[in-house]
């Protein structure tokens, strides 16, 4: 069981980047997949998530209009695209699998996860 987080970096506030998450398809394709972060001294939340044929997807009040997540229907693929960036964004970004097909929005709802791909906003 593998997720592979890749697409983090260093970006101005306002700007914006997009973050790719492949997952081994025996185990994803049928299952919901979800984006958390956790910034230093704080902790790991949630981001972003999305059903398994891509369908549902749910966001976090403090991104929701700036960030957009997707994959393809059955895909074990999942993106997150990041628009209008702040400071506050800056963390490290993990993709996971969830337990079951829908769009969850807890960690508890999750059992695979990636190692992360920091994400920085300058100011």
């Known amino acids: 069981v593998q997720l592979q987080a890749s697409g983090g970096g260093l970006v101005q506030a306002g700007g914006s980047l997009r973050l790719s998450c492949a997952a081994s398809?025996?185990?994803?394709?049928?299952?919901?997949m979800g984006w958390f972060r956790q910034a230093p001294g704080k902790e790991r939340e949630f981001v972003a998530s999305?059903?398994?044929?891509?369908?549902?997807?749910r966001y976090a009040e403090s991104v929701e209009g700036r960030f957009s997540v997707s994959r393809g229907y059955g895909s074990s693929t999942m993106y997150l695209n990041m628009d209008n960036l702040k400071p506050e964004d800056t963390a490290v970004y993990y993709c996971?699998?969830?337990?079951?097909?829908?769009?969850?929005?807890?960690?508890?709802?999750?059992?695979?996860w990636g190692l992360g791909t920091l994400v920085t906003v300058s100011s």
């Open positions: 398809r025996r185990t994803s394709s049928n299952n919901g």
């Open positions: 999305v059903s398994w044929n891509g369908g549902n997807r």
């Open positions: 996971a699998s969830a337990r079951g097909a829908s769009a969850a929005t807890t960690t508890t709802g999750y059992n695979y």
